[in-house]
Nanobody
Framework: QVQLVESGGGLVQAGGSLRLSCAAS????????MGWFRQAPGKEREFVAA????????DSADSVKGRFTISRDNAKKLVYLQMNSLKPEDTAVYYC????????????????????WGQGTQVTVSS
């Protein structure tokens, strides 16, 4: 049974930082590209960042470039999202997702390719 469990969310002031973690179990972690998505109240879920199986390739949304960094530790089966210079518009539920990746360089941005999803963690940024 595949499980993705996010942690690290919370309340932070604008300009602050948070690091989200996603712990994976029940899958061969190094065979999966991983992604972070978010959904703000009243909005559709959107892509935030993705990382390839080995971590050699990443991609991120323009809205977070230069502020958020995705990384992974295949030995620990963890993927991270370091979020700096947070803004109120970053407030959302953040989800991690896993995509079985045939390509070692794939860092998918489309949510419909992802196979597994976590339950999400709330991030609230106050102004």
């Amino acid at each position: 049974q595949v499980q993705l469990v996010e942690s690290g969310g919370g309340l932070v002031q604008a300009g602050g930082s948070l690091r989200l973690s996603c712990a994976a179990s029940g899958l061969t972690f190094s065979s999966y590209a991983m992604g972070w998505f978010r959904q703000a109240p009243g909005k559709e879920r959107e892509f935030v960042a993705a990382i390839s199986r080995s971590g050699s390739s990443t991609d991120s949304a323009d809205s977070v470039k230069g502020r958020f960094t995705i990384s992974r530790d295949n030995a620990k089966k963890l993927v991270y999202l370091q979020m700096n210079s947070l803004k109120p518009e970053d407030t959302a539920v953040y989800y991690c997702a896993a995509d079985f990746a045939y390509s070692g360089l794939a860092a998918p941005t489309r949510e419909n390719v992802y196979d597994y999803w976590g339950q999400g963690t709330q991030v609230t940024v106050s102004s």
